[in-house]
Nanobody
Framework: QVQPVESGGGLVQAGGSQRLSCAAS????????MGWFRQAPGKEREFVAH????????DYADSVKGRFTISRDNANNAVYLQMNSLKPEDTAVYYC???????????????????WGQGTQVTVSS
């Protein structure tokens, strides 16, 4: 079991950068695939990025590809989301989520994740 806790959100101007962190407690963190999702007001939670348990493979939503980078540090039980060239439409609450093996369903579906953080607000001003 892991408990993700996000940090690093805040207000940033369009075109700027921000780095989100996710600290996950639990001795088996390295066996979990991790994902970032976001949810804007009045919208459904949507997939942002995914990273496999060893960090050898990453996946991104088309809307953030080329601008966001997901990474992980298993030695420190942490996952990061580096966000560059931010746009107002990136404004949302960002959630970190953990997915335990055996994996079922799509990495881009919230239903495929077992543990969620409380979220951190990212606001991009125009």
């Amino acid at each position: 079991q892991v408990q993700p806790v996000e940090s690093g959100g805040g207000l940033v101007q369009a075109g700027g950068s921000q780095r989100l962190s996710c600290a996950a407690s639990g001795r088996t963190f390295s066996s979990f695939a991790m994902g970032w999702f976001r949810q804007a007001p009045g919208k459904e939670r949507e997939f942002v990025a995914h990273i496999t348990w060893k960090g050898g493979s990453t996946d991104y939503a088309d809307s953030v590809k080329g601008r966001f980078t997901i990474s992980r540090d298993n030695a420190n039980n942490a996952v990061y989301l580096q966000m560059n060239s931010l746009k107002p439409e990136d404004t949302a609450v960002y959630y970190c989520a953990a997915r335990r093996s055996p994996f079922s369903g799509s990495y881009s579906s919230p239903r495929s994740y077992d543990y969620w953080g409380q979220g951190t607000q990212v606001t991009v001003s125009s």
